[in-house]
């Protein structure tokens, strides 16, 4: 296949690119680098299968010769309001990417007869009321909370991708993506995975925001790189979860890390940094994952922490 990608220069993204190259596909990336990076992808370049164009996929999307799949992975992903690539930040770049992004998408797989894959989140399911989060359960999200611009945006894309896919016949797959974590990930984009990793590394505490009793269940980048591309060749239309159901509180969380990396400086809590709607507990139900597509995850915490540090070391001059 010929494969578009957006967010191709972002952390899954170009992952992605990675794998649909390994697997014997021609890549098309498209990226216009507001929270991604082009050392991401320079591996890349003189790839005769690869080929990359910076766009905003909220523009109108022009790619020369046939699509067989596009991959809509471009968005800003962080909740950090105090990063600059955090999406509170870009609230309006957000519901563009999910929204007018999604739909160009969309149109685009229309005109070529391509497959579609959408980059949901376990944020539609909000500040989830049924745990674990199986794909029937609606969600529980403020459309005009902090997090809306990605919550409803997210919403909004799954919503547009089911209107393609039943009125004009567009073959396409959802994945409900849960938090993932590994190599090229954003070292200042705020999320707990290079917060944590970065400070333990520099021997600081970890900051733990809240009291540390809130939930998340971590998967490493190439377990959920595999879901993806199972999702992809399947005939799966309607959503899948993609995660590694292994729960964890933040503080048990930054306990490991601590003990993983060796680090002595602890834990310090800061009451005031947890987000306004910061969901409470997040696991995924992941019964459909399996089922459908035989998959689960395989890498452990501890596994996939070490298979990250190296990245993080080199980016911090640890090495
Ligand atoms: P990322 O910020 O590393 O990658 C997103 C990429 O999209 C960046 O390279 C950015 O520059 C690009 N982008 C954003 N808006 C764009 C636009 N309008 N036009 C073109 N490019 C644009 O984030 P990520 O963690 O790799 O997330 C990728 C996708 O996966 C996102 O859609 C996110 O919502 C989804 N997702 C990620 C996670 C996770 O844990 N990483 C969890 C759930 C969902
Ligand atoms: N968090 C934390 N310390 C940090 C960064 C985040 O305790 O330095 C917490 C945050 O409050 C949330 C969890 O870690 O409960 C996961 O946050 P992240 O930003 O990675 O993504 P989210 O899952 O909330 O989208």
Known sequence: MRILITGAAGFLGSHLCDRL??????????DNFITGNPDNIAHLAGNER???YRNDVSNFILVPGKIDAVLHFASP???????????????????????????NCLGLCRAHAARFLLASTSEIYGDPQEHPQKETYWGHTDPVGPRSMYDEAKRFAEALTMAYHNYHNVDTRIARIFNTYGPRMHLDDGRVVPNFIQQALRG?????????SQTRSFCYVDDMV??????????EHRPVNIGNP??????????????????????VFKQKDRLGDDPQRRQPDITRARNILGWEAKINLEEGVCRTIPYFKEKLGLV
Request: avoid cysteine; aromatic fraction near 10%; charge should be negative.
């Open 204 to 212: 600081e505490p970890l900051t733990v925001y809240g009291d540390g």
């Open 226 to 235: 595999d879901g993806i591309y199972r999702l992809l060749i399947s005939d």
């Open 50 to 52: 690869f080929a990359f």
């Open 77 to 103: 992903a962080s909740p950090n309001p105090a990063s600059p690539f955090g999406y509170p930040n870009l609230p309006i770049q957000t519901m563009k990417a999910g929204a007018l992004g999604t739909h």
């Open 21 to 30: 190259l390994a697997e014997g596909h021609a890549v098309v990336g498209m």
């Open 246 to 267: 292994f729960e964890m509180t933040m503080l048990e969380f930054a306990e490991s890390i601590n003990r993983i990396i060796g680090n002595k400086a602890g834990i």
